[in-house]
C-alpha cells in the first residue's frame, strides 16, 4: 500500500510539473506577444509624429514661399517648395558632409529678403531639432535603424 502512495505521490508531482513547463512556456509566449506588439505600436506611433512633423514643416514652407512670390523672389520661391517635399531615404548622401556651417545671414539685405531668409533658417533649424528629438525617442524606445 506504501508503494502505491508513493506512485501515485509521484505522478501528482509530474502532472504538477508538466503542467508548471506547459503555463510557464504560455506566460513567457504571451509576454513575447505583448513586448512584439507593444515594439509595433510605439514604431507606429514614431512614424506617425514623423509624418505629423514633415506636414507642420511643408506648409510652413509652402506660406513662406507664398510670400517670396508675392515679393518676386520666385526662384527662391521654387527652391523653399522644392526642400518642402518629402526626402526618400537613398537621397541622403551621408558621404560628402559640407565642412562649414550655413553661412550668416549678410546684414546688407533688404529688409524683405532679410525677413524670408531669417525665417527659413529658422523653420529648418527647428524641423532638425524636431527631427533630431524623433529620433533620439527612437533609440530610447529601442528602434535602431
Not at 509566449?29 to 507642420?56: C, F, I, N, P
Amino acid at each position: 500500500m506504501m508503494i502505491l502512495s508513493r506512485k501515485r505521490v509521484g505522478l501528482r508531482c509530474c502532472i504538477w510539473a508538466t503542467w508548471t513547463v506547459v503555463l510557464m512556456g504560455l506566460v513567457g509566449q504571451m509576454e513575447l506577444y505583448a513586448q512584439s506588439d507593444r515594439h509595433e505600436r510605439t514604431l507606429r506611433l514614431l512614424q506617425q509624429r514623423r509624418e505629423d512633423l514633415h506636414a507642420d514643416f511643408a506648409r510652413e514652407m509652402n506660406a513662406l514661399a507664398d510670400f517670396c512670390e508675392k515679393n518676386s523672389f520666385l526662384t527662391d520661391a521654387e527652391r523653399i517648395r522644392n526642400r518642402a517635399q518629402p526626402i526618400s531615404a537613398g537621397v541622403y548622401d551621408l558621404d560628402n558632409l559640407p565642412d562649414r556651417l550655413l553661412p550668416e545671414i549678410p546684414p546688407n539685405l533688404p529688409d524683405i529678403q532679410q525677413q524670408w531668409q531669417v525665417k527659413l533658417r529658422k523653420l529648418e533649424q527647428d524641423y532638425a531639432a524636431d527631427l533630431y528629438r524623433l529620433c533620439r525617442d527612437a533609440i530610447n524606445q529601442g528602434h535602431y535603424s
